[in-house]
């Protein structure tokens, strides 16, 4: 028996909400998405863009910016890769396989930036300079996936720290130096598939169990106070005006309110 | 988030305008799908009858038709099962449908 392959219909809005789901979280609709805007990259921007002159006060300021992204994606590595072992079915298995090769490309390219700014030992550098509560933000989120806890770890990465990076690199990118900024337009493009795995992964989860809404809410109480501090420093190291942090703040809170946490 | 179950039904008519749809450079995702989607380019920017704005990532969703309440829609470059409503302003939106 020969088997066909059955044709894409003509409005993609058409697909079955399940043929949809699994097409999205393929390995394969991942590879040709990351294809169409890495293609010809080299460590996430063209290799013709030059370094921008900064002033050692503005080369300073990236440099702790820098620090700090690195350190959010090196939770997000380390949340995504033990979320594998514990994610609840095979499509949600293989997304967060390309999630993790994103977020080992974001730490590699931002790492990378940090040596084009002439600084040594990145990894020094990120560990003498990150956000301390960033740095405890890590360590919950850590514990979170090491207590086998889906719903809580999934809010608290994919929901919490990715809507949190992508609002302030989407902010970032508009004003900074264009290799940094060419940079900072490729990870956000792969942040969209995160924020939006997050949420709607546990959209569905608390459709089906409403009981785990009180314990996602105690996370969300604990995890506020870390991620909203982290964004004030990061905004102040950006140079950006304080009504720019409220604008992230909202843009962050959004996410989680419309899973119904206010 | 409203009640979708309130809003209009999608009306199972002939009558939309339909929309060919043209690659607009847009590239998160593989190529036979770039058509349905579209950067939204801020002020100055507004929306044709066959399109809504993502509320998760942003992104302008296209259809080759002209949508209506009730229809449902998918962001594939933040993997969102979408539904059309209108809103109290009178315009269209999509709100998420876990």
């Known amino acids: ?22 097409e999205v979280h393929s390995f394969e609709f991942w590879f040709q998405a990351v294809e169409g805007y890495l293609s010809g990259l080299t460590f996430g921007h063209r290799p013709e863009t030059v370094e921008a002159e900064l002033t050692d006060l503005e080369r300073d300021r990236l440099v702790t910016v820098l620090c700090n992204y690195c350190l959010g994606e090196t939770a997000a590595l380390e949340g995504a890769s033990g979320l594998i072992a514990i994610a609840p079915n095979r499509m949600a298995k293989i997304f967060l396989s390309t999630q993790v090769a994103d977020e080992g490309r974001h730490l590699e390219v931002f790492l990378h930036r940090l040596r084009g ?41 994919n929901v919490i720290l990715e809507a949190l990076e992508f609002a302030v690199f989407h902010r ?10 060419e940079v900072l337009q490729g990870v956000v493009k792969d942040e969209r598939r995160h924020i939006g795995f997050g949420e709607n992964e546990l959209g569905r989860r608390l459709a089906g169990a409403p009981h785990i809404r009180a314990r996602i809410g105690q996370v969300k109480k604990e ?10 420093e990061t905004v102040l190291h950006i140079g950006l005006p304080r009504s720019d942090q409220e604008q992230l703040g909202r843009a962050y809170l959004e996410s989680v309110e419309r899973l119904g946490f206010a | 988030m409203g009640d979708l179950s309130e809003q209009e ?24 799908y770039r058509r ?22 942003k992104v302008v969703i296209r259809s080759t038709r002209e949508l209506r309440p009730g229809d ?25 449908a876990y």
């Open chain 2, 9 to 32: 039904a999608a009306p199972a008519d002939d009558t939309r305008l339909r929309f060919i749809l043209e690659d607009t450079g847009f590239d998160e995702v593989p190529k036979k």
């Open chain 1, 223 to 232: 995890l506020d106070p870390l991620v909203l501090n982290t964004l004030e």
């Open chain 2, 36 to 57: 349905f989607y579209r950067k939204w380019e801020g002020a100055g920017d507004s929306l044709a009858p066959n399109e809504v704005i993502c509320p998760v990532c």
């Open chain 1, 1 to 22: 028996m020969r088997v066909r392959a059955t044709p894409p219909p003509a409005d993609i809005h058409d697909l079955d909400p399940q043929a949809f789901l699994e």
């Open chain 1, 117 to 157: 700014l002439g600084v040594q030992q990145p990894e020094v550098e990120v560990e003498r300079r990150a956000s301390p509560s960033l740095q405890l933000f890590r360590r919950r989120l850590v514990d979170l996936v090491a207590g086998r806890d889906w719903e809580a770890a999934i809010f608290a990465q």
């Open chain 2, 72 to 96: 449902r829609v998918y962001c594939m470059p933040c993997m969102s099962r979408l539904v059309v409503v209108r809103n109290e302003a009178g315009t269209l939106e999509a709100r998420t």
């Open chain 1, 172 to 181: 970032h990118a508009q004003s900074a130096d264009p290799m940094t900024r």
